[in-house]
């Protein structure tokens, strides 16, 4: 049975006060999660220390980072490298989030070097693709994806894919409030899936968890997560609150 993941991406949101007060309630009132379910939240980096410690008594709670540099050192002031993330025990590394790829213009080249460094500290990525509104509108969605994984993710090696989560976020409904209905979602998720047996095998394309973000809050979690290949759900605006977060994390 493939884990179940409720991924929590804070963004550029919270002071550490508030953050610590965050992370403090889940781990106080979140009930204990069954072997197959898992927390993971991606803290701005300047937290990512502290924030191990206040979860330290939930292993099925895990932090991550929402970002690393595709070099590995040097002068790249105001960077981060997968090496020093792993220095802190950071496992988990959100690579290629629509808003880096819009707003800091990164390529699938790029992200192809975050995911070969993250492999190689062991750091396991959360490999973010998915496709505008003109995209969808067009109909060209499918090869839209299908040109982000094969110019990224597919450069991995069979043991590196299967250590690699997938998000599936549709860029037209991050933050929007707008969410792609039932079947929208679970045909991308079966292409990519299927995409992934295409390239790999079945047996490892069944193993791989594919979760999906973009407006999912408390409301609807329990809706999508029932689709088939969805495997959780990457959270943002909804993991800042105590109740909407818990209430994600349920419907796993």
């Not at 595709?70 to 808003?99: D, F, N």
């Not at 043991?159 to 039932?182: C, F, H, L, M, R």
Request: net charge negative.
């Amino acid at each position: 049975m493939r884990k179940k993941i409720a991924a929590a991406n804070w963004k550029m949101n919270l002071t550490w006060q508030e953050g610590a007060s965050l992370l403090e309630k889940f781990v106080s009132e979140c009930p204990s999660l069954s072997a197959h379910q898992q927390v993971i939240i991606a803290v701005p980096f300047p937290y990512l220390n502290n924030a191990q410690g206040v979860i330290q008594n939930r292993n099925d709670f895990s932090i991550a980072a929402q970002n690393c540099h595709h070099k590995a050192a040097g002068a790249y002031t105001g960077e981060v490298a997968a090496s020093m993330l792993q220095s802190i025990g950071i496992h988990y590394c959100i690579v290629g989030h629509s808003e880096r790829r819009e707003y800091q213009s990164e390529t699938n080249s790029q992200l192809a070097d975050k995911l070969q460094l993250c492999h190689a500290h062991q750091i396991t990525p959360i490999f973010c693709c998915g496709e505008s509104l003109p995209t969808r509108e067009s109909g060209e969605q499918n090869s839209f994806v299908q040109t982000q994984l094969q110019e990224s993710l597919f450069k991995l090696t069979p043991a590196q894919i299967a250590q690699t989560i997938i998000a599936y976020e549709p860029i037209w409904a991050i933050g929007s409030g707008v969410v792609p209905s039932k079947k929208e979602i679970e045909e991308m998720h079966g292409f990519i899936r299927k995409s992934l047996s295409d390239w790999y095998s079945a047996a490892l394309a069944d193993s791989i968890r594919i979760i999906y973000g973009g407006s999912c809050n408390e409301t609807n979690a329990i809706d999508i997560f029932s689709i088939p290949n969805v495997d959780g759900g990457l959270i943002g605006g909804a993991s800042l609150h105590v109740s909407s977060f818990e209430k994600i994390i349920n419907s796993l």
